[in-house]
């Protein structure tokens, strides 16, 4: 996903204050802990699934960095950085500990750059597209399984369980496109930029970093993706029910 090149612990301070005040707000408010709880399994879906497609795409252009470091794995503990699980959690965006790959071993084919590009957009992509199969079984479940399921304690965490897995994979996605470093977007429009653009965009790099920082801790980040965020969920929901029938 990503990784940050300058002192963390500046980081990790506004990290604690954050989760420690939403921790203290839980606290007072059972339900919002129940609902915290209920999003677990998403964030780990999500995660790992993000990381995995990273390490993946970097293996089929012929890079074996991930492969080596034992990165093309489904256990989430391959995967989870501690602090970015705990900002998905809490902050509804966050990252996974970054994939390392090696683009000077991708195939000659396409360039080292284009290579990056679809490598850092396959995080995001997987995100889009398990929010859309988690989608379709909430489908599923609404249109076949039973009134008496669906309105059991079971049922209704189980759909909580599914409507939060969708909702944090498009955040994930959605976040992760965002064009400033140390995210994947960054990486994504780089074969798109003219070559006096790129320079400058790798020049100021340290620069994007602190926008990054300024975005997240004041929410910006939150306010600029939600509307892609509502505009891709209505869709996936919209075209889940057109298959369905509900």
Known sequence: MFNFSFDKRMIYVIIAIMVLSTISGYMRNPGELFFLLVSIPGVLVAITFHEFAHGLAAYKLGDNTAKNEGRLSLNPFDHLDPIGTLMLLFAGFGWGKPVHVNPTQYTRKISMEKGEAIVSFAGPLTNIILAFVFALVYGAMIKFASVEFLWSNVGKIVQLIVTSTIS?????????????????????????????????????????????VVIWITNIASIIISPAINGIASGIMTITKMIFGI
Do not use: C, H, T
């Open 168 to 212: 944090i994979n498009i955040g994930l996605g959605v976040f992760n496109l965002i064009p400033l470093p140390p995210l994947d977007g960054s990486k994504i429009i780089m074969p798109f930029l003219p070559y006096n653009a790129k320079q400058w965009f790798r020049n100021n790099e340290q620069i994007f970093y602190i926008i990054f």
